[in-house]
C-alpha cells in the first residue's frame, strides 16, 4: 500500500494508515528586486549569485484514513503519530520516488465525524529541495535506487600519490561536497582558477569549500593533489 516513511515510520505498514491526498509543492522562487526611484521597473537580482535562490516548500499536505477496527486503532494511531512526527524535523520518503528524501516539519491534525473511520492530516514545511538518499561516500544501496535515471557515484576513500582526478556527473542544483581527510603529506585540490590554485588540506579533517561546486547542468572534474587518502562527501539535491 502506498505511503510515505517520516523519521524510518512508514504511514501504512507501521500505523496503518491509506493515504486519500498527497500534494508536495515546488518551492517559489526568492526574488530579489530593487526599485528604481524616478524610473520605470526594477533591478533583478535574484540571480547575482550564479545561482537562483529558492524558499522553502510550504504547504505541503497528506491525508489519510483509519479505520476504527484497523490493527492499530484510532485513538492509539492518533496518539503513536503525535509522538514519532507532530512539530519534529523529520526526513521523509515517498513510496514513488524512493531515492530522494525531503527534510520536513509537520503537525497532526485528525478529524474523527464518521464512526468507522476518522482522518488524519499531516501538513506543514518542508526544505527548498530533495536529497538523495546515499551520499556519494556512502554504500550503495540496492533498493531506492533508480534504474531509469539513478547515477552510481563512489567517492570513498580516495588514495592519491600524486595526482588523482575524480569525475561527479551533472544532475541537479549545485552544492558544495566536503572533502573528509584521513591521511595527508601535501594533499589539496586544485581550484580551477586562472591559473589554477591549489586549495590546500594539510591536516586530517573535513573541509568545505565554498567555491567547489558540483551538480548542474555540465559534470565537474575534480584534481585532486599531493598524498594522502580523502573521501569526497557530495549528496545530489533536486527541486
Not at 11 to 40: H, M
Not at 88 to 108: C, E, F, T
Not at 193 to 208: E, Q
Request: charged residues 20%.
Amino acid at each position: 500500500m502506498f505511503g510515505l516513511t517520516i523519521g524510518g515510520k512508514h504511514t501504512y505498514n507501521d500505523y496503518g494508515l491509506i493515504c486519500t491526498k498527497y500534494y508536495i509543492p515546488e518551492p517559489d522562487v526568492k526574488l530579489q528586486r530593487v526599485d528604481l526611484p524616478f524610473a520605470s521597473g526594477s533591478i533583478d537580482l535574484t540571480d547575482a549569485t550564479g545561482e537562483t535562490p529558492y524558499n522553502d516548500r510550504e504547504n505541503i499536505s497528506f491525508e489519510f484514513v483509519v479505520q476504527d477496527h484497523a490493527y492499530m486503532g484510532w485513538d492509539t494511531a492518533i496518539q503513536t503519530i503525535a509522538m514519532d512526527i507532530h512539530g519534529q524535523k523529520l526526513q521523509m520518503i515517498s513510496d514513488n520516488d524512493l531515492a530522494y528524501y525531503y527534510n520536513v516539519r509537520l503537525k497532526v491534525d485528525y478529524d474523527k465525524s464518521y464512526k468507522e473511520f476518522g482522518i488524519i492530516t499531516l501538513s506543514g514545511t518542508a526544505e527548498p529541495f530533495k536529497y538523495s538518499v546515499t551520499a556519494s561516500h556512502e554504500p550503495w544501496l540496492w533498493n531506492p535506487f533508480n534504474f531509469k535515471n539513478g547515477v552510481i557515484i563512489s567517492t570513498a576513500d580516495i588514495d592519491v600519490n600524486g595526482t588523482t582526478t575524480v569525475t561527479i556527473p551533472a544532475g541537479g542544483v549545485k552544492t558544495s561536497p566536503s572533502f573528509i581527510v584521513t591521511q595527508t603529506i601535501g594533499l589539496g585540490i586544485v581550484y580551477d582558477t586562472n591559473p589554477p590554485r591549489t586549495l590546500p588540506m594539510s591536516t586530517t579533517g573535513t573541509y568545505r569549500f565554498p567555491q567547489i561546486k558540483c551538480g548542474g547542468s555540465t559534470a565537474t572534474t575534480l584534481t585532486l593533489t599531493g598524498v594522502g587518502r580523502v573521501s569526497i562527501a557530495y549528496r545530489s539535491r533536486y527541486l
